[in-house]
């Protein structure tokens, strides 16, 4: 047998929504990216960040409850931009982390 679950209210409440959602039905559809420009330095091709893309980066880090909590997908994913990747993101946090130290 199944292990039941602490709460058979909240179980139920579970169930019933889950045969209520539509059989088939598509996942949610995600905002479309932010239309941020990225800018490279030079003959380097390092990304630069600017404040806005910064900016971006700290309201995410703040949702996600600091930088020492934020992983570099989830600040990503918040931050929905374009072209960015996550080499980028996981450069700028290991700085900003490394500077609050």
Excluded: C, Y
């Amino acid at each position: 047998p199944l292990p039941q679950p602490a709460d058979p209210a909240a179980a139920a409440a579970a169930a019933a929504a889950a045969h209520d959602a539509p059989r088939g039905s598509s996942p949610p559809v995600l905002p479309k990216p932010k239309k941020v420009r990225l800018q490279l330095a030079g003959s380097s091709g390092r990304m630069l960040w600017t404040a806005e893309l910064h900016d971006l980066f700290l309201s995410a880090v703040a949702q996600l409850g600091g930088a020492e909590s934020a992983t570099p997908n989830e600040i990503l994913q918040i931050m929905n931009v374009e072209g960015l990747s996550r080499e980028n993101v996981k450069s700028h946090l290991q700085v900003r982390i490394h500077n609050q130290h």
